[in-house]
């Protein structure tokens, strides 16, 4: 069993930086891990996603060159750094465990979220 927490979200103007934490507690820290996000009214979309050992990971296109995905395996920590955030950026952004694919349904564990707002 493992146990996610997200930090980090908040309100930012267009063309600003946050970066989102996601604690993970539980097991062992060995385990893929991603990012997704859910605007109002749309389906949860893949963000990112990285190897357990960090050194593969996977971004969609609509986030690649701007956001960056990392971990520190030492503090069980897995990041989302965002740059040149953009208005569509806006949703509530969860953390998942259990795998680097972009489909929900093959993720074995999630967060509660973490509210972005980007403001134009």
């Known amino acids: 069993q493992v146990q996610l927490e997200e930090f980090g979200g908040g309100l930012v103007q267009a063309g600003g930086s946050l970066r989102l934490s996601c604690t993970a507690s539980g097991r062992a820290f060995s385990i893929n891990m991603g990012w997704f996000r859910q605007a109002p009214g749309r389906e949860r979309e893949f963000v990112a996603a990285?190897?357990?050992?960090?050194?593969?990971?996977y971004y969609s296109d609509s986030v690649k060159g701007r956001f960056t995905i990392s971990r520190d395996n030492a503090k069980t920590i897995v990041y989302l750094q965002m740059n040149s955030l953009k208005p569509e950026d806006t949703a509530v952004y969860y953390c998942?465990?259990?795998?680097?694919?972009?489909?929900?349904?093959?993720?074995?564990?999630w967060g509660q979220g973490t509210q972005v707002t980007v403001s134009s």
């Open positions: 998942a465990a259990g795998s680097t694919s972009t489909r929900t349904g093959d993720y074995l564990y």
């Open positions: 990285i190897t357990a050992t960090g050194g593969t990971k």
